[in-house]
């Protein structure tokens, strides 16, 4: 298994070779803006999300 | 009887049902006569009722006894074909084979019903909620272009005056998106303030439920019906639902209307400028007073809601990737499904890190504006089966450029609406969206009413 072959399987990317292609390259303008984020520092900012370990039946 | 009294407001038809100067099964049948007419051209109903009459029937019954509801009982209202219904099959768009949906009422319907509501029928949607096309439905204003979507199906019908309010699902602008493109009024209210229980999820932090209608009021008897907590929803806020009526018919000259000088009106097509330009001297002219601002975070906005969307949509998909049922996808959405496994978990988060900086910037804009407005859509609406638009000085993918100055205000789950404010030189409605802090829907309700009543548009509809 090559390289390619090895990331597809760890990300769970289960995808034929000529599905591959077109999933990748629908990808690429969305995985520039994405990309944009990382350029951010942003080390001290909490993300929106929040865990909230009560169940919802008990949340106030 | 006046003539096609389904095509009349709720505020005139309510009080007409309430004396008996109508029935609800007048109205119904009404409504399915105008369905069974028009709908042939517009396609924006999948499914109708079969016991729309008896429903009908029960709510007339109720009313001659004195027992009203309130201003929805006995009115025909339509649903998004993405939320569940008891007595209605739904698909969320999709034709896939092995992909069903439980017969169960959502919580939105559910409270429709208990408002004395008629639930007519289901609109079309994109599939699961993905895109703003929503094919094989038609712009009402002219059928060879697109109602938008996703919710093009409720855009299409309540144009139309099918129906006077038809709901819809919001996860980067699709109430708001085809409200626009259609010339009706689309309200997404705050992320929380409306149940999402028992409607197919698109993105769990992303998904707002609301409606589209006939005018600002409209909206406003649906709100009423349809907010409050639900412990069936996580998302579900534990705040007071106020009556939001009041907020119909109120003065603005206190108002502070914001205007984001960048994003917002960074390139948008001549006549949705010029179209705003007007509204923001109406909004002058009347009192209120103009604050521009700057949001420099929105730069990283599309990046952020990318991230998010692509990466709760494949997670909620996992069966149907699994099981291979996405193949039955259509090509677009199937695409967008099978990619969100390549946004990765540090870029999720730091999408999320992204939107706790862009709401904590917005709550320090709303320490100085109560509202702030814009375009909804830079671009009216576009011929179908076209991709790609000049808007501004460049072209544009038609899906990109549709949903620039809706999603952020989805990442950041503030209550907004569109509603009518002109048409381009084509004839084509445009959309005027104002957007309020989180939970003031009476901020935004006064602001948007007051506009309305200083205009006509709400009394032009298209003839199908």
């Known amino acids: ?60 | 009887m006046r003539e096609n009294p389904i095509t009349r407001p709720i505020a005139e038809l309510s009080a007409d049902l309430r004396l008996g100067k109508l029935t609800s099964p007048d109205l119904v049948e009404n409504a399915l006569d105008r369905i069974a007419t028009l709908d042939r051209k517009l396609e924006s109903f999948v499914c109708l009722a079969e016991d729309a009459r008896d429903q009908a029937a029960v709510a007339d019954r109720e009313i001659a006894q004195g027992r009203w509801r309130g201003p929805l009982h006995g009115v025909p209202v339509a649903v998004k074909d993405n939320y569940l219904t008891a007595d209605m099959p739904s698909h969320a768009g999709t034709d896939a084979p092995g992909v069903h949906f439980a017969r169960q009422d959502s919580t939105v319907v559910a409270k429709l019903r208990e408002a004395g509501a008629v639930i007519i029928g289901k609109t079309r949607m994109h599939e699961f909620a993905w895109g703003n096309v929503t094919p094989p439905s038609k712009n009402p204003w002219d059928l060879s272009r697109v109602p938008g979507g996703s919710s093009g199906g409720s855009g299409a019908a309540v144009a139309a005056r099918l129906v006077p309010v038809a709901m819809g699902s919001d996860t980067g602008g699709s109430i708001r998106i085809p409200a626009a493109l259609c010339g009706t009024v689309g309200l997404k209210p705050t992320f929380g303030r409306v149940s999402r229980a028992g409607i197919v999820p698109h993105s769990w932090s992303l998904d707002h439920a609301g409606p589209l209608s006939y005018t600002v009021a409209d909206s406003v008897y649906a709100l009423n019906a349809i907010s409050g907590h639900d412990p069936k929803d996580p998302g579900s806020a534990r705040t007071d639902v106020p009556d939001f009526t009041a907020a119909l018919g109120q003065p603005i000259t206190d108002l502070r209307v914001g205007i984001c000088r960048n994003h917002m009106f960074d390139s948008n097509q001549p006549d949705v400028d010029a179209a705003i330009d007007a509204a923001i001297r109406f909004y002058r002219d009347a009192g209120a007073r103009l604050v521009e601002f700057e949001l420099p975070i929105l730069a990283f906005g599309l990046g952020a809601i990318f991230a998010i969307e692509l990466s709760s949509s494949t997670a909620y998909h996992s069966r149907n990737l699994a099981s291979g049922a996405v193949t039955g996808f259509t090509e677009d959405v199937r695409t967008l499904v099978e990619m969100g496994r390549l946004v990765t978990g540090p870029d999720y988060l730091k999408a999320e890190q992204l939107r706790r900086v862009l709401i904590d910037d917005l709550a320090k804009v709303f320490a100085d504006v109560d509202v702030i407005l814009g375009p909804t859509c830079p671009l009216t609406a576009w011929p179908i089966g076209e991709w790609t638009v000049r808007v501004g000085a460049q072209d544009e993918s038609v899906l990109a450029a549709s949903w620039r100055l809706t999603y952020p205000w989805n990442l950041a789950g503030l209550p907004a609406i569109s509603l009518p404010c002109g048409f381009d030189s084509a004839g084509l409605p445009i959309g005027l969206q104002l957007a309020s802090r989180p939970f003031d829907e009476m901020t935004l309700i006064r602001a948007a009413d007051a506009y309305e009543r200083g205009h006509r548009w709400k009394e032009m509809h298209p003839k199908v």
């Not at chain 1, 298994?1 to 292609?21: D, H, T, Y």
């Open chain 1, 1 to 60: 298994m090559n390289e390619m072959e090895m990331l597809f399987e760890a990300l769970g990317i289960q995808l034929e070779k000529q599905r591959r292609s077109a999933v990748l390259a629908a990808f690429q303008p969305m995985a520039q803006e994405i990309a944009k984020l990382r350029s951010l520092d942003l080390t001290d900012v909490h993300p929106a999300v929040v865990f909230a370990p009560m169940p919802m039946s008990q949340q106030d």
